[in-house]
């Protein structure tokens, strides 16, 4: 079942709203199937006023509960029957696994996530049935949970407890016979205990009297004579009024039963094999029922009445921990105490309108609300600005780290929340609900009606506000307008708003220009842009004559002007060029416009022009540069990084040795990152794994200095496994003949908004497989193929291809060569535009390198054939033993260790950086002892058990301050020293007898260390350019100096400044005392560091060397990665930075990074000592580049050039034919070819 948009509740959710819901006092809204609306839209969902307050009891004979110690699969089905002791409903919850493959709660999804199934409820007159599904595609548990009326009614019931009919009853037995012995007044409690034990030896199989004689004085003191007054309901309980032979046939005349030979019969019901398979009509269940609503019934006469319940023994223990382990609701992980919350009104007020939206409790982690938000906003997306809302509003409640980042991390990838959106559209006097009726031209006629009224703060204001319209919108148009952008004929026209529009004339257009730049003349340059972007999409010859006459201060913005604007201030020749991709970022976001879009044109203009091809090493020596998919730097330095890896370089080569066939083996019984791996996954890995080698091929055998990733490996890299079958499978082109295309006979286009000019081939690159390849896209190769016309369909703006240069003459023919070089075959796109939109949004996101390492790492080993497994069902494979490392924690509870856990993992993570530090001490930090941070009262130490050929130790970035920006998340760029040479046997946890115990002085070592430091920090921390020792001493100084400006105070009468004397000389004391403590600080905390330096100078026996480390320059959400690399075997560093590498000699910043402009390192590895082979950079096998014979150009003429005498606006190409007199020449002509050159 395919579920639809809408959202849902978690697991722990539902239970709680099952156990407030009262189907007897339902309707609508219904507090168990609806969700809350938002806040604002109505009232909030709540449990009727006269609603049972349920006690739930569970029916053990007709459940299946999940065993404590084994998680479900495919084939596993749970059902929990509980009844309340109030009420004496029943409910039946049941919970089907037949379509999982991986059921919750995992680790990615630790939580059921319940949908509606509407279509799958049922209604009757006592029974009803709601149904929900798990929205994890892994998952999809069917849920039912089923309603019931009680068996017996209150008359049922009435009929035996009512004190007066027992009474009557009593009398009628005494009437009948007045000399009967031990008659009584039977008790209500008595009453229900008998038929109850009636019921009970129906249920016993093993209980052979079955018949109980009508005259029984025990049984006629409760039902009546012969069980005439209560036959109803000793029918309903299964019993038969049974009569001898001879009266059988007759009429049932009670009168005359006072024969012994009257029976009632007790039944027989059959025995249960299956409990999912039986209904409500089953006798066995129905009697079971029966019997524990009278055990309820005794409870309550009991509470109520103080009687003696005579099954008190038999306990109705509560369901609660039942149902939540039914719907697997249970677990440590699942809730957390909020300590920060303010009080228990703020929290039920948060409850009620946030956490109920988002399907949650508030009494979960942080953790599982970051997962409720996601699952929600992915199950009912319409809803994700409201659902933000929720998010934001319980952070802030909260105030907690955690959730801070999420907030953050996901204002900066766009995402607006519904409040935020509000104010906007308030700001342009629309309300909410009639939002959706005003369209984007209504919004864009506000917006620049408003602007001309508006200072400049106002009007950057009102484009906020417009800019998050148009992301909640997803229209292009609002958020171009926002930005003022004019690229597009429709923005040109709606930045000049007033009425403009296709339609509107010439003329019209420049009046209407006249009056915008009259009130604001700041205006005028992106007036000018937007007048030629007009010009150009209507070809108009008298726009462009006004564009080259009408504006006499026209100028090209020069490169000085640029690097000044860009505040830049060294010459652009001594301006380090891997500062620039950053420089340009950062110019964007906080000066975005025209200006310095032209400041970042001119100077990439005078690089281009001025350096040409940077490249001048030999291809047979020097690695090759990866281009950019646009904002691809993280993924482009993870390739380089494991192309420098020869063991990996070589399993990706050779992968058809290690990939996993999956025509001859089921689905994996290893695990992969501990979790189990889908078919789907296994051949997405190995897709991945193809992809990976065609661009190492490429890399090995190209020649030239840089390449670029195909689009299919882009995708595969951000794509999740459920959606590879958005990509066909993998298609490479067989033997094919010169001329022809594939055997398969089609390509698939490339999204060109992604891949731009991606399909353009170098010029070694025209010839593959002893055929001709066209430089054109692949959208004209597309056309072509289909036999549709080979003319490609152009966007507004776009010129035709240009068709390329020869590498002769000008003109020339070229003959094939007889047998050109075999370079890698091209690759035929297999990317579909849904697979390609989603990567791309992925993708041009500024990405973790940590994330996407271990997404990748993932894939790969997903495909590979298992060589085993580990005792945790990991598994073993090639790619893991570069990588996996064993660590292991040891709490420590009041001093005593207990054993070692393990903790698998590929790298080692440090602590976020909030001073300097080196990598020693930040590994301190984290193998240290310190409170364990699930249960602070224990301490826990970490050591390592075994060292993988390759350490990679990750240094994360993005750390929370409450002092910083209003608490908000930030990156640090505090510099971590790091070591040529790291020796790591100081944290291994054996190999020395001595290593442990040194760690241990080390331990307390430094935290009197981080003690002092805290002290010298505090003394030396001002808001002054002094520290606290010398602003004492020059406060002293000044209060000193006052008798000279009193002096001159009483000169000009003036009355004096009078200041306590005590207090001057207390300031002097105490900068003294200050100076001298400062001083001490200083020598405790250089001896304390020379002591931790020298504990491990006798053990260095375990060597690693760096051997490359990534880069990353910016702020928050967004810059720049580069990585370095080092050749161990030319013994020389490499810089690789997208499609330039170069040999990289100031290795200071590299080890000891501290300025903005060297960047701040994320992930650094090292490498084994005896390993250093492992690190290879350098693996070339350039194929030979065609060559051609000259031949002579026929009929060739000079062609006489002209000078164009016009004034043009800066940053806007013009024609000139067009703007001549009469000129219709058509904008295509000055790329035409000459028809007698031969292409």
């Known amino acids: 079942m395919t579920s639809q948009a809408r959202p849902g509740k978690t697991a722990p959710k539902l239970c709680q709203d099952f156990l407030i819901f009262d189907p007897l006092k339902g309707g609508k809204p219904n507090v168990l199937t609806d969700h809350s609306p938002p806040q604002g839209e109505g009232p909030q969902l709540a449990p009727h006023l006269a609603s049972c307050k349920h006690d739930y009891t569970t029916k053990s004979a007709q459940s299946v509960t999940p065993p404590l110690d084994l998680r479900p699969d495919g084939g596993t089905s749970y059902k929990l029957a509980v009844i309340c002791k109030k009420c004496r409903i029943h409910a039946d919850i049941l919970i089907d696994y037949s379509d999982a493959t991986d059921p919750c709660p995992t680790n990615a999804h630790p939580l059921h996530h319940f949908q509606r199934a509407p279509t799958q409820d049922r209604t009757t007159q006592d029974r009803i049935r709601y149904a929900w599904q798990c929205s994890v595609d892994e998952c999809r548990a069917k849920l039912r949970i089923h309603f019931r009326t009680p068996r017996l009614s209150e008359n049922d019931v009435n009929s035996i407890v009512n004190p007066e009919l027992l009474k009557r009853r009593y009398h009628a037995l005494l009437e009948e016979d007045p000399n009967r012995e031990g008659i009584r007044q039977a008790t209500p409690m008595e009453s229900l205990s008998r038929l109850r034990r009636y019921v009970k030896d129906s249920l016993n199989p093993q209980h052979n009297k079955r018949q109980i004689p009508a005259i029984n004085k025990r049984f006629q003191e409760s039902f009546g004579l012969n069980g005439q007054d209560c036959h109803e309901l000793l029918e309903k309980c299964g019993l038969k009024y049974a009569v001898s032979a001879a009266q059988e046939g007759q009429e049932r005349e009670w009168d005359l039963c006072i024969s012994p030979e009257v029976n009632w019969v007790l039944p027989n019901p059959e025995q249960i094999e299956d409990r999912f398979q039986t209904d409500e009509h089953n006798q066995r269940e129905m009697l079971e029922d029966v019997a524990i609503e009278l055990l309820a019934w005794m409870y309550k006469l009991s509470s109520e009445q103080g009687l003696v319940n005579p099954h008190a023994g038999e306990s109705m223990s509560s369901a609660d921990m039942d149902v939540e382990r039914t719907l697997a609701a249970v677990g440590s992980a699942v809730r957390e105490h909020l300590a920060n919350v303010t009080s228990p009104l703020q929290l039920k007020l948060t409850q009620s309108r946030f956490f109920n939206s988002l399907g949650a409790l508030p009494d979960f982690s ?28 319980i952070t802030e409640d909260r105030r907690t780290e955690q959730l801070q980042m999420k907030v953050a991390k996901l204002q900066s990838q766009l995402v607006v929340s519904r409040r935020d959106l509000t104010a906007a559209y308030r700001y342009f006097s629309i309300s909410i609900a009639e939002s959706q009726k005003v369209s984007d031209e209504r919004v864009i006629e506000i917006f620049q009606a408003r602007q001309s009224d508006l200072g400049a703060t106002a009007q950057e204001e009102a484009r906020q506000h417009l800019y998050k319209i148009g992301v909640s919108r997803g229209s292009g148009r609002l958020i171009s307008a926002s930005r003022q952008s004019v690229d597009t004929y429709e923005d040109a026209l709606s930045w000049l708003g007033n009425g403009a529009d296709k339609n509107t004339s010439d003329d019209g257009i420049l009046a209407i220009l006249a009056i915008k730049t009259a009130d604001n003349p700041a205006n005028e340059e992106i007036g000018q842009k937007a007048v030629a972007t007009i010009a150009k999409a209507r070809k108009s010859n008298m726009l462009n004559n006004w564009l080259l006459t009408g504006r006499q201060d026209g100028y090209t913005m020069s490169v000085d002007e640029a690097l000044r604007h860009l505040n ?108 189990r791996i889908s078919t789907v996954e296994v051949e997405g890995g190995q897709r991945f794994a193809a992809e990976l080698k065609y661009l190492f091929e490429r890399m090995i055998k190209s020649r030239d200095s840089a390449v670029k990733p195909e689009a299919d490996l882009v995708c595969r890299a951000f794509l999740k ?48 497989d002893g055929r001709k390849e066209s430089d054109a896209s692949s959208a004209t190769l597309q056309a072509s193929v289909n036999g549709d016309n080979p003319d490609v369909p152009m966007r507004d703006g776009e010129m035709p291809l240009t068709p390329p240069a020869s590498p002769g003459l000008k003109g020339q023919d070229k003959p094939e060569p007889e047998n050109p070089p075999p370079l890698p075959p091209r690759r035929f796109s297999t990317t579909k535009e849904e697979a390609l939109a989603k990567a791309e949004a992925n993708a041009r996101q500024q990405q973790d390198v940590t994330e996407v390492h271990d997404a990748i790492t993932f894939l790969l080993r997903c495909g590979m054939m298992p060589r085993g497994h580990d005792d945790e069902e990991e598994q073993e494979d090639a790619m893991r033993d570069l990588f996996s490392l064993r660590v292991t924690q040891t709490m420590v509870n009041k001093g005593v260790e207990q054993k070692p856990k393990p903790l698998p993992d590929s790298a080692i993570q440090l602590n976020v950086p909030y001073e300097p530090t080196d990598i020693y001490s930040a590994l301190d930090a984290v193998f240290d002892l310190q409170p364990y941070t699930e249960d602070p009262s224990m301490e826990a130490f970490k050591s390592v058990k075994s060292l993988p050929p390759l350490l990679q130790i990750n240094m994360p970035r993005i750390g929370y301050d409450k002092d910083r920006a209003g608490g908000a998340a930030f990156k640090s760029t505090e510099c971590i020293r790091l070591e040529d040479e790291l020796f790591l046997d100081r944290y291994l946890d054996t190999g020395h ?119 990353h320059r910016g702020s928050y959400g967004h810059g720049h990665y580069w990585i370095y690399i080092r050749d161990f075997a030319n013994n020389i560093w490499r810089l690789y930075n997208d499609e330039r ?33 492992h690190i290879q950079p350098v693996c070339r096998a350039p194929e030979e580049a065609p060559t051609f014979e000259p031949t002579s150009i026929q009929d060739s003429a000079d062609v006489e050039m002209r000078n164009v005498h016009s004034k043009q606006v800066p940053g806007i190409a013009i024609d000139p034919t067009l703007a001549s007199e009469g000129g219709q020449a058509s904008w295509d002509a000055p790329r035409q070819v000459a028809e007698n050159v031969k292409w």
């Open 568 to 675: 830049i201030e060294q010459k652009l020749e001594f301006v380090d060029q891997t500062v620039l991709s950053a420089v340009f970022d950062s110019a964007r976001q906080d000066r975005p416009g025209d200006t310095t879009e032209k400041a970042i044109t001119a100077i990439q203009g005078a690089l281009a022009s001025g350096n040409g091809d940077m490249s001048t090493h030999s291809p047979e020596t020097w690695p090759v540069g990866l281009t950019s998919h646009g904002n691809t730097c993280y993924l482009n330095s993870l390739l380089q990084y494991y192309f420098s890896i020869k063991p990996l370089r070589d399993i990706v080569l050779n992968y058809h040795q290690y990939k996993l066939d999956t025509s001859t083996n089921g689905e994996k019984k290893e695990r992969v990152g501990q979790l």
């Open 721 to 768: 496994p459920k959606e590879y079958k958005l990509l066909d499978p993998i298609m490479r082109p067989e033997k094919d003949q010169p001329g022809q295309t594939a055997s398969n006979g089609s390509e698939t286009a490339v999204d060109d908004k992604f891949t731009d000019q991606q399909t353009v081939m170098s010029p070694t690159q025209t010839m593959t």
């Open 366 to 393: 942080d953790s599982l609300i970051e997962y409720t938000y996601d699952r929600q906003t992915f199950c009912d997306p319409e809803l994700q600005s409201y659902y933000f809302e929720c998010l934001e509003v």
């Open 993 to 1111: 007898p001595s290593t442990l115990p040194k760690r241990r002085h080390c331990w307390g070592w430094r935290k009197q260390l981080q003690s002092l430091r805290r002290e010298q920090r505090a003394l030396a921390k001002t808001k002054i350019d002094l520290d606290g020792p010398s602003a004492v001493a020059e406060t002293a100084a000044y209060l000193t100096s006052l008798d000279d400006v009193n002096n001159d105070l009483r000169s000009i009468d003036v009355e004096p400044i009078e200041a306590d004397g005590d207090i001057t000389s207390a300031l002097t004391h105490e900068a003294r005392q200050q100076a001298e403590r400062v001083a001490e600080l200083d020598a405790e905390i250089d001896a304390l560091q020379k002591q931790l330096g020298s504990q491990f100078q006798d053990l260095k026996n375990i060597k690693y060397r760096l051997a490359a480390v990534f880069f």
């Open 1141 to 1173: 590498v170069e040999q990289f000699e100031k290795l200071d910043s590299i080890f000891e990074a501290k300025t903005w402009d060297q960047g701040t390192p994320t992930y650094a590895v090292y490498v084994a000592e005896d390993k250093v082979d």
